[in-house]
T-cell receptor, first 109, second 114 residues
């Protein structure tokens, strides 16, 4: 029979709160990392990227943190809005881009 | 700006039929990628091209799948013959350079094989 589908981690926050989405990557040789947002019926949308020679990078309302020692990425969203509700994927690049499993963010009004 | 354009948006076909998915990458992008997304496996890389040349097709499930990039502005992913387990959303993405710039995705083709 069919195996069960992916069980996405879920994060539920109140509108206006800050959100932190975490991701563990697998390849210590990966040198470029990207966060994507995917809304229902759409393709993944680029949010922010960071290279391995950096620990932190800020965009508009978003910050990405990279901890190479423990192979961990996080995405911080400030003042989360209902429009931020989506699935968020981290991705690592070492010759090719590999996606993580994704986190479902739900913003409650 | 025109993003990555995929067609069709939806495709419903019967098992055994040939299916062709199409992609127009962003102009000036040198790399093109085909991904498949399912609930079971998430986003899987099928194949990618750099300067129209296939670089890695190790993600292509089996010989029923083939992809071509005859020029810098067009790529196809073909499944022949299609099977119900091929049902998924297929995404095309492109990037300016290979390996160090973000991929930009189309909105996908939802394929249903009955």
């Amino acid at each position: 029979g069919e195996s069960v589908g992916l069980h996405l981690p879920t994060l539920s926050v109140q509108e206006g709160d800050n959100s932190i989405i975490n991701c563990a990557y697998s390849n210590s040789a990966s040198d470029y990392f990207i966060w994507y947002k995917q809304e229902s019926g759409k393709g993944p949308q680029f949010i922010i990227d960071i290279r391995s020679n950096m620990d932190k990078r800020q965009g508009q309302r978003v910050t990405v943190l990279l901890n190479k020692t423990v192979k961990h990425l996080s995405l911080q969203i400030a003042a989360t809005q209902p429009g931020d509700s989506a699935v968020y994927f981290c991705a690592e690049i070492h010759y090719k881009l590999t996606f993580g499993k994704g986190t479902l963010l739900t913003v409650n009004p | 700006d025109a993003g990555v354009i995929q067609s069709p948006r939806h495709e419903v076909t019967e098992m055994g039929q040939e299916v062709t998915l199409r992609c127009k990458p962003i102009s000036g992008h040198n790399s093109l990628f085909w991904y498949r997304q399912t609930m079971m496996r998430g986003l899987e890389l099928l194949i990618y091209f750099n300067n129209n040349v296939p670089i890695d097709d190790s993600g292509m499930p089996e010989d029923r799948f083939s992809a071509k990039m005859p020029n810098a502005s067009f790529s196809t992913l073909k499944i022949q013959p299609s099977e119900p387990r091929d049902s998924a959303v297929y995404f095309c993405a492109s990037s300016k350079t290979f390996g160090n710039s973000p991929l930009h995705f189309g909105n996908g083709t939802r394929l249903t094989v009955t």
